[in-house]
Each structure stands twice: as C-alpha cells, then as structure tokens.
C-alpha cells in the first residue's frame, strides 16, 4: 500500500502515450476514399489479420495496430513505418479479415502516400535503381551453374532493354534520379 505523500510508479504501457496534437484527422478519410479504404471503419482490431500473417513476429508495429493507427490519424508514424514496406503481400491479412478490411492494399496505399512524401526507405531506392538499370532484380543464375548444366552463359531471348526504357520514365524511374 502506498503511503500518503509517496509517488506512485506508473505502470508500463506497451506504447507511448499517443499526443493528439499530432493526430492528422483527415488521414482516415484520405485512406477511405481510395478505392481499398472503404471498409476501414469496420476494423475492431481482433488481430486475425497479426494472427496470419507470416512475418508479423519480426515487425514492431502488427498489422492490426497499424490499421488501428491509420483510424485514430497516426499519419507520420505510419508513414515512416518499416512495416508497410515489409509486408510480404501475400493478402493472408485481408483474405482471413472478418470484417473484409483490405489490409495488405490499404498498406499498398500508405506506401504510395509515403512515396509521395518522400519517405521511402533506402533499400526500396536501390532496387528500384537497380530494376531500372539492369531490367531485372536478379541474376537468373550464376554463369557456372549455367556452364555446369551445360546451358549457354547468357539465357537465349532474354533481352531486358524494353523493360528499361519502360521503367525509365515511369514514377520509379523519376525517384531513382532523385524526383518525385
């Protein structure tokens, strides 16, 4: 029992008080209004959407609890979040979602409005760049295990110059160079 005059320990939280003065009010009716957002109201944070997903025990922030801050307009957190550029895209969130919020595009969504904002992590520029420049992500395989299967060095018809000029003058191309 604590005495008369004595201070209390606050109890842990498991996150920071939320400031109201940065709440963005507006950020739920933006995500609304985009053609995935619809049913985002209908969220009361059960978690299946955490519960399915495949990689959700490496991320800080769940799944669920960002949707939850998309609701109350946690706008800055969210769209500075690694989470929204991890997620796997493998829609087990909005396929398993009870109330049909179509999580895994509403993070497409936030991604798109981070990518506007400028908030889009190093890694995701570098490959994009490297998209751009090479025409593809990856190697299809290494010259010696090509050699080793007694396959030619370079993959026949393989040609990667359309996929290039392509990328070039789309929005990827444009962030790569530095624009929006």
Same mark, same amino acid.
Not at 139 to 151: K, S
Not at 159 to 166: E, F, G, I, L, Q
Not at 170 to 180: H, P, S
């Given at each position: ?17 939320? /400031?109201?003065?940065?709440?963005? *009010?507006?950020? !739920? ?5 985009? =053609? ?17 997903? =495949? ?5 800080? +922030? ?8 998309? #609701?109350?307009? #946690? *706008? ?7 989470? +929204? ?10 396929? !398993?979602?009870?109330?049909?919020? *179509?999580v895994t595009d509403i ?16 890694? +995701? ?5 490297e998209l751009i420049e ?8 290494? /010259?010696?295990? !090509?050699? /080793?299967?007694?396959?030619? =060095? ?8 359309? $996929? ?9 191309? *444009?962030? $790569?160079?530095?624009?929006?």
């Open positions: 029992m604590t005495e008369i005059g004595e201070k209390k320990e606050l109890p842990d939280v498991f996150i920071d008080p939320i /400031d109201m003065s940065e709440l963005d *009010r507006g950020f !739920r009716k933006e995500i609304q209004s985009m =053609p995935n957002g619809e049913e985002l109201s209908a969220c009361f944070a059960c978690s299946t959407c955490t519960s399915a997903c =495949p990689i959700a025990n490496i991320w800080e +922030i769940k799944p669920h609890q960002l949707i939850r801050m998309i #609701i109350l307009g #946690i *706008r800055e957190k969210v769209l500075s979040s690694k989470e +929204i550029w991890l997620c796997l895209t493998c829609f087990e969130c909005q396929e !398993r979602c009870p109330q049909g919020v *179509r993070f497409f969504d936030c991604k798109n409005l981070a990518t506007e904002e400028g908030m889009i992590p190093a890694s +995701i520029v570098a490959l994009g760049k090479k025409g593809q992500l990856y190697t299809v395989t290494a /010259d010696w295990e !090509r050699e /080793d299967l007694d396959l030619e =060095p370079d993959v026949p018809g393989l040609s990667t110059d359309a $996929v290039k000029r392509v990328l070039g003058s789309t929005r990827t191309g *444009r962030l $790569v160079k530095g624009g929006r």
